[in-house]
């Protein structure tokens, strides 16, 4: 069993900068892979960045250049780093880790509200 903590959530004007952390009850070598997902109010939940085992980064094409997806091993921690915010990147952001090594199982956090006005 994984849990995840996420933390750093809150209101920001457009333009702003927010931080949100994730800490892992395990390992962060024993995942997969670790992301950022975020949901809009009447919309699916949708891949914001992951960062893999090995340390490669993938992000959305509409957060490219703003996000940045990080870790800190010794802390077992993923960070997200949001920077030039838009009322757009508005919803509740959650954390995911991928674990397994046969059947990967994925895990979630309880997820933080941003909110980005105008």
């Known amino acids: 069993q994984v849990q995840l903590v996420e933390s750093g959530g809150g209101l920001v004007q457009a333009g702003g900068s927010l931080i949100l952390s994730c800490a892992a009850s395990v390992s962060i070598f024993s995942i997969n892979a670790m992301g950022w997902y975020r949901q809009a109010p009447g919309k699916q939940r949708e891949l914001v960045a992951v960062i893999i085992k090995n340390g490669n980064t993938n992000y959305a094409d509409s957060v490219k250049g703003r996000f940045t997806i990080a870790r800190n091993n010794a802390k077992n921690t993923v960070y997200l780093q949001m920077n030039s915010l838009k009322p757009e990147d508005t919803g509740v952001y959650y954390c995911?880790?991928?674990?397994?090594?046969?059947?990967?199982?994925?895990?979630w956090g309880q997820g933080t509200q941003v909110t980005v006005s105008s």
């Open positions: 995911n880790a991928a674990v397994g090594a046969t059947i990967e199982r994925d895990y």
